[in-house]
């Protein structure tokens, strides 16, 4: 619950209706706290500010702010959906030079090349190796960052075992059941030297950080306008969860008008 310890919203009946993260995305009108508002310029097209409430700069954020990803450095990526792709444009912009994208949809290589993807792994056609050996054999000893962007305990098993010993850093991102659990060996996390951090919102102080990313954008940094596959009317909102549960896109901007 918010902090006032209330929703926001009642139905027909004046029953409460909760939300979801504090996100309510298909409200016309919504009383927001003080604290999660960020003012941005009159000059940022809405169908491209929406994406910077959540997802899109959730995975910039990641890369930006969490990660704090340095130039030259190399970035394995565990889903390519608009989180992780988010993630690949957020290293991009770091200045990461091997972006490694793991997914089983081969359709994602030529997707995530728009975003900075240098290379591809599909766990399907591994062979007699694991995705992480693969990783380790890439970047000659394992990625400088990790980052879990599916929501699979055991995805997160796998991006810390392709994270580089000694200062390599695994992201997580996915929302996985909140019962599952992470089985990692204690001496490993030990003598690994290696971090392991959740990621909420990329790390980012919306009030500082999302005006911030619009300037990027406008500025030509941040390409935003990759993500956006789709735009309808939101009496279509029933196509666009079709679409997206399809895989055939990967941000439908929903107009209220």
């Not at 959906?81 to 490694?100: D, F, N, Q």
Request: charged fraction near 25%.
């Amino acid at each position: 619950m918010p902090r006032e310890e209330t929703s926001r919203f009642t139905d027909l009946n004046g029953e409460t209706l909760f939300h979801f993260m504090f996100v309510s995305s298909f409200s016309q009108y919504t009383v927001v706290d003080v604290a999660h508002l960020a003012k941005l310029e009159s000059s940022i097209p809405p169908d491209r500010a929406c994406l910077l409430g959540c997802g899109v700069s959730t995975g910039i954020g990641a890369a930006w702010r969490v990660a704090d990803v340095k130039p030259g450095s190399s970035v394995a990526i565990f889903g390519m959906g608009a989180i992780g792709l988010a993630v690949a444009e957020g290293a991009r912009v770091c200045g990461a030079t091997k972006i490694i994208a793991v997914d089983v949809n081969p359709e994602k290589f030529e997707i995530g090349k728009k975003f900075g993807v240098t290379d591809f792994i599909n766990p399907k056609y591994c062979e007699d190796k694991t995705v992480s050996q693969l990783i380790m054999e890439m970047t000659d000893g394992g990625a400088d960052y990790c980052f879990e962007c599916v929501g699979k305990a055991s995805l997160v098993q796998d991006a810390y075992a392709s994270c580089r010993k000694g200062w390599g850093k695994t992201i997580v991102l996915g929302l996985d059941n909140p019962e599952s659990q992470l089985c990692l060996s204690s001496s490993e996390v030990l003598l690994s030297g290696k971090s392991l951090l959740g990621c909420i919102f990329g790390g980012l102080k919306a009030k500082v950080d999302v005006p911030i990313l619009a300037k990027r954008y406008m500025d030509k940094e941040v390409r935003l306008d990759n993500f956006v596959t789709h735009e309808m009317k939101f009496d279509e909102i029933n196509k666009a969860f079709e679409l997206l549960l399809e895989g055939k896109c990967i941000r439908c901007v929903l107009w209220m008008d």
